[in-house]
C-alpha cells in the first residue's frame, strides 16, 4: 500500500479493461460530465443523423455526391472494423487499441461527423505524435464540449499542434490531457489556445511532467477562464517551488469548486503564498493537498484560513507530515466546515492521541459520509472517544470509516468499538486492518463485530487484512456467512 495515496476509487483514474462491448459512440452524456454538474445533458437517441449532414440542395453535381457516399462507406467500414456503433454525437473510443494505420481513418471519420460534441481518445498510445491527422479536419465552429486524451502518449509536437487548435474548440467545456509527460515543454502553446477556451469548466493536467515554469504559464492563462469548476495539477512533482510567485491569478476562477494538488512536492513558500489565495475562492467544494510532506510544519496559517470556504465538502490531506501545531489549527479551522463529507487526515502520525481535538468537529458533523483515518499512529483512549461519539447518536450519516495501520490499539479498545459501530447505520465499509508487518489473533472483540454487522442493513464491506482468526472464530463467521441474507465481504485472513 502507498503511503502517498491511500484513497478510495472516487480519487484517482484508472486504466479500463478493452472490450468490445464499449460503445464507440454514447448517446448519454451524463457520465462523461459528472465531473461538472453546471454542464447540461441532454437524452440522445440512436439515429441516422449522419446523412443529415450532407447537404440540403437537390440538385448536386453527380461526383459531389458520389464522393459523399464513398466517405460515408469508409466511415461505416471504420466502425465496422473497429465493432463499434454509431449513436448520436459522442465519440468514444478509450482503450481500443487504435493502431497507427487507424489514425488516418479515424481524422477522415470525424470529418463525416460535424456534430460531434464528446470525444475521447483516452489510453491509446498510438494518438501520440499522430494527434494533428487525427484532430485536423475540425474547423472553427465546432461543437467539441469535451476531449479527453488521457495517456495518449502526446508528444511537444502534439502539445503545439492543440495549442493551436483550441482556438477553433470555442465550445469547449472539459479538456483533460493528465498521464502525458512530454506535454510540459508545449504547455506555452497549450496555456496561449487555453485563452480562447472561455467555457472552459474542467482542466486536468494530472501527471503531465509540468515545472515550477509551468505555474506561471498557466497562471496567465487562468484570468480567461472564469467558468472554470474543477482544477487538477495532481502528480507534477517538479511543480514545488512554482507557486511562490505565480498563484495570484487563482484568484480569478470565482466558480472553482474542485482543486487538486495532490503530490506536487510543496514548499513552504507555496503554502504562504496559497494561503493568500485558496481562502478567497469561496465556492471551492473539494480540495486535495495530499502527499505533500514539505507543507507540514509550514499550513497553520493556511488551515486555519479554511474556515473561509463555507461551502467545502471534501478536505484530503493525507500524508502532509502535520505537526501538532498544524493539526491543532486544522481541528479548530474543522468546527466551521459544516458542510464537510469527506474527511482524510490518514498517514498523519500527529493526530495519535489527540484525536479529542476533533471531538467538536465530529459531534457536529451532521453531513460526514467518509473519515480517514489510516496509519495515524491512533490509541485505544482515541478508539474509545470515537465509540462514545458514535454512541450518542453522531456521525449517523458516516458511509465510510478507515482505522487500518492503527496497531496499538489494545482488545479492550476494540471491543469498546465494535460494541457502538452498530449505531452507524448508513455505514457501507469499515477498515481496521493491521500493517503488512504486522500479525495479530483477534480477541473476543470479533464475536461483539459479528454481532453489531447483524445490525447494519447497509454494510457490505469489512476490512480486517492480517487478523488471525482461530478455529472457534472461523467456525463463527462461517455459521454468519450462511446464514446472512445479504452479501458482506469479510476481507481478512492471518498471511495475507
Not at 40 to 67: F, R, Y
Not at 137 to 154: E, R
Amino acid at each position: 500500500m502507498s503511503q502517498t495515496r491511500k484513497k478510495t476509487s472516487s480519487e484517482g483514474e484508472t486504466k479500463p479493461q478493452t472490450s468490445s462491448g464499449n460503445k464507440f459512440l454514447r448517446g448519454s452524456k451524463a457520465e462523461s460530465r459528472k465531473e461538472n454538474n453546471d454542464l447540461k445533458t441532454t437524452d440522445s437517441q440512436p439515429s441516422n443523423w449522419i446523412q443529415k449532414t450532407a447537404p440540403s440542395e437537390t440538385a448536386k453535381p453527380l461526383s459531389s455526391e458520389m464522393e459523399l457516399r464513398s466517405s460515408m462507406e469508409k466511415y461505416e467500414q471504420f466502425l465496422q472494423k473497429l465493432g463499434k456503433k454509431t449513436v448520436n454525437k459522442c465519440l468514444d473510443l478509450n482503450n481500443c487499441g487504435l493502431t497507427t494505420a487507424d489514425m488516418k481513418e479515424m481524422g477522415e471519420a470525424l470529418e463525416m461527423i460535424p456534430e460531434l460534441e464528446e470525444l475521447n481518445l483516452s489510453w491509446n498510445s498510438k494518438v501520440g505524435g499522430n494527434l494533428p491527422l487525427i484532430l485536423q479536419k475540425f474547423q472553427k465552429g465546432s461543437n467539441i464540449q469535451m476531449l479527453k486524451l488521457v495517456d495518449c502518449t502526446l508528444t511537444s509536437e502534439d502539445g503545439t499542434f492543440l495549442g493551436q487548435l483550441l482556438p477553433m474548440l470555442q465550445s469547449l467545456e472539459v479538456l483533460d490531457l493528465s498521464i502525458n509527460r512530454d506535454i510540459g515543454g508545449s504547455l506555452n502553446s497549450i496555456a496561449q489556445g487555453l485563452k480562447s477556451t472561455s467555457n472552459l469548466k474542467v482542466l486536468k493536467l494530472h501527471s503531465c511532467g509540468l515545472s515550477q515554469k509551468s505555474v506561471k504559464i498557466l497562471d496567465a492563462a487562468f484570468r480567461y477562464l472564469a467558468e472554470l469548476r474543477k482544477l487538477d495539477l495532481s502528480c507534477n512533482k517538479d511543480l514545488g517551488g512554482g507557486f511562490e510567485d505565480s498563484s495570484a491569478q487563482l484568484v480569478m476562477l470565482k466558480h472553482l469548486q474542485v482543486l487538486d494538488l495532490h503530490q506536487c512536492s510543496l514548499t513552504a513558500d507555496d503554502v504562504m503564498s496559497l494561503t493568500q489565495v485558496i481562502p478567497l475562492l469561496s465556492n471551492l467544494q473539494e480540495l486535495d493537498l495530499s502527499a505533500n510532506k514539505k507543507m507540514g510544519n509550514s499550513s497553520e496559517n493556511l488551515l486555519s484560513r479554511l474556515r473561509f470556504l463555507p461551502a467545502l465538502k471534501s478536505l484530503v490531506i493525507n500524508n502532509c507530515a502535520l505537526e501538532s501545531e498544524t493539526f491543532t489549527a486544522l481541528a479548530e479551522t474543522s468546527v466551521h466546515l459544516s458542510a464537510l463529507e469527506v474527511f482524510n487526515l490518514s498517514w498523519n502520525k500527529c493526530v495519535g492521541g489527540n484525536l479529542k481535538l476533533l471531538l467538536e468537529t465530529l459531534k457536529l458533523s451532521m453531513s460526514l459520509r467518509v473519515l480517514r483515518l489510516s496509519s495515524c499512529s491512533l490509541v485505544t483512549e482515541d478508539v474509545v472517544l470515537l465509540a462514545s461519539v458514535i454512541q450518542t447518536g453522531h456521525l449517523a450519516k458516516l458511509r465510510k470509516l478507515d482505522l487500518s495501520y492503527n496497531d496499538s490499539i489494545c482488545d479492550a479498545g476494540w471491543t469498546i468499538f465494535c460494541q457502538n459501530v452498530r449505531f452507524l447505520k448508513e455505514l457501507i465499509e469499515l477498515d481496521i486492518s493491521l500493517r503488512p508487518s504486522n500479525f495479530r489473533d483477534c480477541g473476543q472483540w470479533f464475536r461483539h463485530l459479528l454481532c453489531a454487522v447483524i445490525k447494519l442493513p447497509q454494510i457490505t464491506e469489512i476490512g480486517m487484512k492480517r487478523w488471525i482468526l482461530p478455529a472457534s472464530q472461523e467456525e463463527e463467521l462461517e455459521c454468519f456467512d450462511q446464514d446472512k441474507k445479504r452479501s458482506i465481504h469479510f476481507d481478512h485472513g492471518g498471511f495475507q
